[in-house]
Nanobody, 118 residues
Framework: QVQLVESGGGLVQPGESLRLSCIASGITFSMYVMAWYRQAPGKERELVAHITTGGSTNYGDSVKGRFTISRDNAKNTVYLQMNSPKPEDTAVYYC????????????WGKGTLVTVSS
């Protein structure tokens, strides 16, 4: 059974750093492209960042230079370091795993809520 479990969400003030974690089980983690998506109220889900099996990263334009995605294959964990968060970063953040060679193997976590507010 595949599980992606996010943690680290909560209420933060603008400019206060936050780190999200996603622990995967039931998959060969190193074979998966890992990503963070987010969905704000009334908006579509959007890509925040992804990291390939080789460690290459890609970011959405709105978070470039502020957020950093990383992975630890030994711990089956992907992280999202959120620096200088803004109120517009408020959303439910979802962890995503996509097999690097089999398009049908895509899994989602249940999400963690991040609220950026003073």
């Amino acid at each position: 059974q595949v599980q992606l479990v996010e943690s680290g969400g909560g209420l933060v003030q603008p400019g206060e750093s936050l780190r999200l974690s996603c622990i995967a089980s039931g998959i060969t983690f190193s074979m998966y492209v890992m990503a963070w998506y987010r969905q704000a109220p009334g908006k579509e889900r959007e890509l925040v960042a992804h990291i390939t099996t080789g460690g290459s990263t890609n970011y959405g334009d709105s978070v470039k230079g502020r957020f950093t995605i990383s992975r630890d294959n030994a711990k089956n964990t992907v992280y999202l370091q959120m620096n200088s968060p803004k109120p517009e970063d408020t959303a439910v953040y979802y962890c995503n795993a996509a097999h690097s060679r089999t398009a049908s193997r895509v899994y989602w976590g249940k999400g963690t809520l991040v609220t950026v507010s003073s």
